[in-house]
């Protein structure tokens, strides 16, 4: 999906009320999470940033004391927030800490609830239907085109062992 389409996403969801759904279409997008993942994040896995180390907010995915792991069996994998066109989303995060302060879920609905609004958005945009799976892939097309990432720390921050995994981020 191109950038463009992913905001209008975004505005069509913040129309229908669901303002966490399009959170989880930015944060899936820019940090190239599988939606499972996106979905799982607790509020405390969103960490602010602390001055005498970074003004960046960073994200935790399946931290040990939540006895998560990933698809590949890792635990405690943090990224920072650092995508270019999406900074802005730090303020979100600021945002959502405040409100959810005594929650624990960052997200409260179900991965069916978050494909059908995908699905209804599409269709009120008037484009083709995705998946969420496909936020995963569109950041880093993104971050290729625009030459925000190299193939290396596109890698890295996807998580992926295989270079092979990549060759679609290569193709013009």
């Known amino acids: 999906r191109t950038f463009t389409e992913i905001c209008a996403l975004c505005n069509q969801l913040l129309l229908a009320d669901e303002y966490f759904m399009a959170v989880l279409v930015l ?31 960073s994200i935790v995915l399946n931290p040990a004391e939540d006895h998560r792991t990933s ?14 066109d999406l900074l802005f989303l730090s303020t979100v995060f600021r ?28 269709a009120a945009l008037q484009i083709l239907p995705m998946v969420p799976y ?3 892939h569109s950041g880093p097309s993104w971050d ?3 030459n925000h990432r190299s193939l290396l720390d596109v890698q ?17």
Request: aromatic share 12%.
């Open 27 to 57: 944060l899936a997008f820019g940090a190239y999470l599988r939606p499972t993942e996106a979905l799982l994040l607790k509020v405390h896995d969103l960490v602010a940033p602390t001055r005498a180390l970074s003004d960046l907010w």
């Open 134 to 136: 496909q936020l995963r």
């Open 156 to 172: 890295r921050r996807g998580r992926w062992k295989a270079r092979a995994s990549l060759v679609r981020y290569e193709k013009s």
């Open 95 to 122: 945002a959502i800490r405040l409100e959810k302060r005594d929650a624990e879920d960052l997200f409260d609905f179900s991965y069916h609830d978050f494909y059908k609004a995908l699905k209804e958005a599409c």
């Open 71 to 84: 698809k590949m069996g890792i635990s405690d994998e943090s990224l920072i927030w650092d995508t270019k």
């Open 144 to 146: 290729r085109l625009k």
